[in-house]
């Protein structure tokens, strides 16, 4: 008689925390795609509701902007409101925006809701890691959680080029939009069932710090959003990287004499951590100047419609994600600086490789295998540099510390925008798309390439964080 045998249920604590877990990536996948998601739908929504080539930016700018601006308000509220409260306000707040956004029946009403998105995703999106690691019941559930968050926010991206495509393809742009909803709704309405609260620092909140250091973030991504539209010497330009400097200045003295600051400035005192955020910055800045240049070839090059060209992203994806599997266990094993700059080589192999696209070159002879390189250096990358920038935190700055590292990526894909765009600009030819390109990757090359330097000079250095192997190695067993 043949026995046969099934394995034993997951414990409760392990169900719940992986349905949390679900939940939580879920909205952070939503709230990381939606920076690319309208990208392909741009010239319908030219036509559809009768944007000016000027204006049309707007669309993904509004929505960078507020994200940008306001992660270290949403990270210290937070961290002083609880981050489950917190999640959820962001979230329903993100919700309400997406469905106006998807009813919108003017530039004006879009462009409002995508910049209320923004907010919403600012206040939501410094929390997720602090959940994820409050609905962790013990280490390795942790460590897998944190290499999930990675591969969701390190893909996000490119799946919104991929989602977009389908759902304009198919649908409609304003599905891009609607489809956030039944999924922010799900996230309010399930996340206290699987999720526990964390725990809340009592006191002030500082009030002039969050508004200087928002008041700041916004100038400093709007003078980059700003230089990719009027060059980098233009009257805008000039005044908002201006304001930016005097306040952000003011945010460093008040956060100095401030009893609880709202950006703990002993986050900034670690070498390792200062460096994972300037490579993130970098990294982020490249890899947003490849999303944008290699949607506009396929589309007006290779002549793909808005759904091919976002399915073309696709290799790209899968390594993410592929690779993000083991990348706990190489952490573990190397630590996270030698990862970090093999990944950043890969991705400049990666735009190096591009920068010989022609009006001749195909998608699969010419495309497809950089693609497919540059989705593994992601892959190497981001879950490292997370787990540097957020090693040694205290539980109470876990939130701040969030909004700072995701605050570096808003900055890094505003600054690689601004950069590439302006260089694309002056190298262009009106009418055709890839008089510029070589010398726009050529740009993007070197974002990467001092990726490649920062991590390498901490490799051979080997200041690791002192925890990065405890953080990690659980994972690996």
Aim: positive net charge.
């Amino acid at each position: 008689m043949t026995v046969i045998t099934t394995p034993p249920p997951a414990p409760p604590t392990q169900r719940r925390a992986a349905f949390g877990l679900a939940i939580v990536l879920t909205a952070q996948l939503m709230l990381i795609l939606d920076m690319t998601v309208v990208n392909v739908a741009l010239p319908l929504l030219r036509v559809d509701l009768g944007f000016s080539a000027a204006n049309l930016s707007w669309v993904l700018n509004a929505y960078a902007l507020a994200f940008g601006g306001l992660l270290l308000f949403g990270g210290r509220l937070g961290d002083v409101i609880g981050r489950l409260r917190t999640f959820e306000l962001g979230i329903g707040l993100f919700s309400v925006a997406s469905l106006l956004g998807g009813l919108a029946q003017s530039p004006a009403m879009l462009i409002a809701s995508r910049a209320l998105q923004g907010v919403g995703a600012a206040i939501a999106a410094p929390s997720v890691l602090a959940l994820i690691t409050a609905g962790a019941p013990d280490e390795a559930t942790r460590n897998r959680g944190l290499a999930l968050f990675s591969a969701v926010s390190s893909a996000g991206a490119s799946i919104g080029l991929i989602l977009g495509g389908a759902l304009t393809g198919f649908a409609s742009w304003r599905w891009a939009l609607i489809i956030n909803v039944p999924i922010g709704i799900m996230a309010v309405v399930l996340i206290r069932r699987f999720v526990p609260e964390t725990s809340r620092e009592r006191g002030r909140f500082d009030v002039l710090g969050a508004i200087t250091a928002t008041a700041g973030s916004v100038a400093l991504v709007y003078g980059f959003i700003n230089a990719a539209d009027h060059r980098w010497l233009s009257f805008g330009t000039v005044t908002a990287f201006a304001a930016a400097a005097v306040l952000l200045g003011a945010f460093a003295s008040i956060e100095r004499r401030a009893r609880q600051p709202l950006l703990e400035p002993s986050l900034l005192r670690a070498r390792s951590r200062v460096a994972a955020l300037v490579t993130m910055t970098v990294i982020i800045g490249a890899q947003f100047s490849l999303f944008f240049l290699m949607v506009q070839f396929m589309q007006r090059t290779l002549g793909l419609g808005a759904f091919e060209s976002g399915l073309a992203f696709l290799p790209l994806s899968l390594a993410i994600f592929g690779i993000s599997r083991v990348t706990p266990r190489l952490v573990a094993r190397f630590s996270p600086w030698p990862l970090i700059a093999a990944g950043a080589t890969l991705g400049l192999i990666s735009l190096v490789w591009l920068r010989e696209l022609t009006d001749a070159s195909t998608y699969w002879a010419d495309m497809a295998a950089p693609l497919l390189i540059n989705g593994i250096g992601a892959g190497l990358v981001f879950m490292p540099i997370t787990v540097v920038a957020l090693t040694g935190v205290e539980d109470r700055h876990a939130g701040t510390a969030s909004g700072l590292l995701q605050t570096t990526q808003q900055i890094g894909g505003a600054l690689g925008l601004a950069v590439i765009v302006t260089v694309y600009a002056s190298y262009s030819v009106p009418g055709e798309f890839t008089p510029g390109l070589r010398e726009a990757l050529d740009t993007g090359s070197i974002l990467a390439l001092l990726a490649v330097l920062i991590a390498g000079t901490m490799a051979v250095l080997g200041r690791r964080p002192a925890r990065a192997r405890e953080v990690v190695s659980a994972s690996a067993e």
